[in-house]
């Protein structure tokens, strides 16, 4: 069975106590789907202080991760050729499940650094070669919940930890369209009713529903992934 190995750089290792001990991300763990190590960053810290972080070269505000605190830090996790590392950023390639797919599919290894402060020192972006991935056009206080994101999207890709593989291929963005409403019991709640062809166990009119209803919702929220659409999606509509 495949195992992905994920090494958290971090300064708040304890952020990650609660989000890895519940739900998926602690199933994927029990059953060693997952390995998560977490690193202190500031193990490495220079001096008595162990001081993690230095003013900006230029002045302004804020304080920067020093690079012979982190890159130190970095090289004390042993790798492969085939370990890949990200740098938790804003200014990152936006993280989407275009990204989670590939990721589950395809990495072993991955080294996760969280960011605090104004940021890294860039030396440690070349030195390391790390990618850096935004979660979304926002800032964050740290990395650590940027990487919580990336780290539970794609752990819940991986063969085995959801049950059934089905449940992600209609999910929102495999399209990419959002997903259709759901609904469950009871039939009628505060006079509100569950449209009547999801009760008719008419498979084909149930999934032309869906497909309808997703499609107004994303043209409704999220019209550019309507035109992400690729074209053999029009043509097996007609
Ligand atoms: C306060 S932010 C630094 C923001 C930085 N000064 C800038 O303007 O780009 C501190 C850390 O939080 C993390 N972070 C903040 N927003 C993020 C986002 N949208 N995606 C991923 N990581 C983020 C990064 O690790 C970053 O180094």
Redesign the pocket.
């Known amino acids: 069975m495949k195992q992905l190995k994920i090494d958290i750089l971090t300064l708040f290792p304890e952020f990650f106590e609660s989000p890895f001990s519940v739900s998926m991300v602690k199933r994927a763990i029990d059953k060693k789907i997952i390995d998560v190590e977490l690193h202190q960053i500031r193990d490495f810290g220079l001096g008595t202080r162990r001081q993690v972080d230095d003013s900006p070269y230029g002045g302004g505000a804020?304080l920067v991760?020093k690079p012979e605190v982190i890159v130190p830090a970095w090289e004390a996790i042993p790798k492969t050729e085939k370990t890949v590392t990200f740098?938790?950023?804003?200014?990152?390639k936006l993280?989407n499940q275009n990204t989670a797919t590939d990721l589950a599919e395809n990495c072993e290894h991955m080294i996760i650094?969280?960011?605090?402060?104004?940021?890294?020192d860039q030396r440690f972006i070349e030195l390391s070669g790390a990618v850096e991935?935004?979660?979304?056009?926002?800032?964050?206080?740290?990395?650590?919940?940027?990487?919580i994101s990336v780290i539970d999207a794609v752990t819940r890709l991986l063969p085995g930890v959801l049950g059934n593989e089905e449940s992600f291929q209609n999910e929102s963005f495999s399209l990419p369209l959002l997903e259709h409403d759901q609904y469950t019991m009871p039939r009628e709640y505060r006079g509100l009713k569950i449209p009547k062809v999801l009760t008719g166990g008419d498979h084909a009119k149930i999934e032309a529903w869906r497909l309808r209803n997703s499609l107004a919702k994303t043209a409704k929220t999220r019209p550019d992934l309507i035109s992400k659409l690729p074209p053999d999606f029009w043509e097996n509509l007609k």
Not at 87 to 92: N, Q
Not at 133 to 147: C, F, I, M
């Open positions: 804020g991760m740098l938790m950023s804003p200014r990152g993280f650094v969280c960011g605090h402060y104004e940021g890294i991935l935004s979660v979304g056009d926002y800032v964050l206080t740290g990395g650590e919940t940027a990487a």
